[in-house]
């Protein structure tokens, strides 16, 4: 058995004396894993770090093995991603989400989508909105997506202002306001028909909302805790926008 794709590496763990097991997203194959022979030379370990993008060749001698992987690297990453606390967070809370999936299972739209945020971490805010983003595709494709494109009550598209806890479909402003303080508050740039930018306020409503839905769907289920990674990019990504915020008024 023998395939070559692009992979993005999510992480590694020691194997014996000197190989590593590998675990990357794949385009075509989704999260898989592999042993990397001589992993933790010095010539493998700049490959292997989380973040860079690279040709892999997987062998083994039948497909349910756990087989070996050959890398060649492609995009190096990872010194650029050293540099921040919102990209160091970043990659974890990524790679973190990608193993709530099953392993080998498809999901090319996710590597897509991975690898334009590991090329954006250079801008908190993009990095950010781009990232819960990927969360909501994380939602999606383990089947609990949320329906944000019109008001579960009304049918409007345009004004959705919350987000029912219960069915996690939009509601407008209209038809949520009496009961504003049980919903969720849906961020203005997530709106189907809106063009707005994600702020710092829009943010935290934004990891506050997936955060609800990860929690209830898939972490409590499985007795599994959210990453710390995930608070970390929060925080880390509210702390620069702050400073940048405070160097303008004092401009």
């Known amino acids: 058995m023998q395939w070559t794709d692009e992979a993005v590496i999510l992480g590694t763990r020691k194997h014996g004396e000197s190989a590593v097991i590998a675990e990357v ?33 997987w062998r083994a001698r039948l497909e349910e093995h756990l087989g070996e992987f050959r890398l060649e690297p492609v995009r190096s990453r990872a010194a650029a991603l050293m540099e921040s606390a919102v990209s160091i967070y970043g990659v974890q ?37 781009l990232y819960i983003r990927f969360e909501l595709a994380v939602l999606n494709d383990l089947g609990f997506g949320l329906d944000l494109a019109e008001c579960a009550a009304t049918g409007a598209r345009t004004d959705l202002a919350f987000v029912s806890p219960k069915s996690g479909r939009a509601v407008s402003r209209a038809a949520g306001e009496p009961y504003a303080e049980r919903m969720l508050r ?62 303008e008024i004092s401009a």
């Open 186 to 247: 849906l961020p203005a740039f997530l709106g189907e028909e809106s063009r707005k930018a994600a702020n710092a306020d829009s943010l935290v409503d934004a990891f506050g909302l997936t955060a609800y839905f990860l929690e209830r769907h898939v972490y409590e289920p499985r007795g599994l805790k959210m990453t710390e990674a995930r608070d970390g990019l929060r925080e880390a990504a509210l702390k620069t926008l702050r400073r940048a915020m405070e160097k």
């Open 25 to 57: 997203m794949t385009r075509a194959r989704g999260r898989h894993m592999g042993i990397v022979r001589s992993g933790r030379s010095k010539a493998m370990q700049p490959v292997l770090q989380p973040g860079n993008l690279v040709e892999v060749t």
């Open 93 to 129: 809370a990524m790679a973190a989400l990608l193993r709530l999936l099953p392993e080998r299972d498809p999901h090319p739209h996710l590597f897509e989508a991975l690898n334009v945020i590991l090329d954006h971490f250079d801008d908190p805010l993009d990095a950010c909105e």
